[in-house]
């Protein structure tokens, strides 16, 4: 039987998602968690990675085991059992063949800036205080929606046959101190949003242009776009699936 499981997590004391030798990880603390409840050995398939101090408002990963078991008592265990930064939000029953990166149809992240020096979110956010013209900034990403290849704001030597992605949604907010963007796509390449992130940054400051940001799309050159912003203010933040309802 295969389970979806759907948690989140606090990115900050974490090397990412996936698994690394002499690092700690959000796969390696849950396989554990698993393995010792279930007591069984218990390898999670991540539906992606993300960065070290990167964080999860929804994360899915999926496992199979035969035995049956008591779905709340198990997630009752386990968020007894997980570390403070880590919780289980539901277990789901599917199909055999289901998976949790493959048939992802959308995912969503928001990157969180502060204008603000505020103590309680320094590692949750990333202090700007350099002033942004955000109605420029979503003009900006207003571009994105004319192109698919992204191979600009890919981190190089990535491992991937395509840079195409296709973008649903990308647009700035902000409310007082915050100012929050949210970008959704089918798949993201790695660092694709923190190097977005960046170059739009630049786009606030006044620095590049409407114009200048087309180029840089179309250029598919990394070097020419800009920085890659702090892992600390990333969220991914839905996982979207055909078949389970939000």
């Not at 499981?5 to 849950?30: D, R």
């Not at 915050?178 to 940054?201: C, D, E, K, P, W």
Request: hydrophobic share 40%; glycine share 4%.
């Amino acid at each position: 039987m295969r389970y979806f499981i759907k948690l989140a997590y606090n990115g900050t004391q974490y090397h990412g998602w996936q698994y690394q030798p002499n690092a700690s990880t959000v796969q390696e603390t849950m396989n554990k968690a698993f393995s010792v409840l279930l007591n069984s050995d218990i390898s999670l398939m991540g539906a992606g990675r993300t960065d070290t101090g990167v964080h999860a408002k929804v994360m899915y990963a999926h496992f199979d085991f035969e035995t049956s078991f008591e779905i709340p008592k198990l997630i009752h265990k386990l968020n007894s059992y997980l570390p403070k930064d880590i919780v289980v939000y539901d277990i789901i029953p599917v199909a055999d063949e289901a998976h949790t990166r493959f048939d992802a149809t959308k995912r969503t992240y928001e990157y969180h800036i502060n204008t603000f020096k505020n103590v309680f979110l320094q590692e949750q956010s990333w202090y700007f205080h350099q002033k942004l013209d955000v109605d420029l900034m979503n003009e900006a990403a207003k571009i994105l929606f004319k192109h698919t290849d992204f191979q600009c704001f890919s981190k190089v030597n990535t491992d991937v046959n395509t840079f195409d992605c296709t973008i649903f949604e990308a647009y700035w907010k902000q409310k007082n101190n915050q100012l929050v963007f949210t970008i959704s796509a089918n798949r993201f390449l790695r660092n694709m949003v923190r190097s977005i992130v960046g170059t739009l940054v630049n786009i606030g400051l006044h620095k590049i242009t409407l114009d200048d940001f087309n180029i840089i799309i179309e250029a598919k050159n990394r070097d020419k776009a800009g920085f890659s912003v702090p892992a600390h203010g990333l969220y991914l933040t839905e996982i979207d699936y055909d078949y389970i309802t939000k």
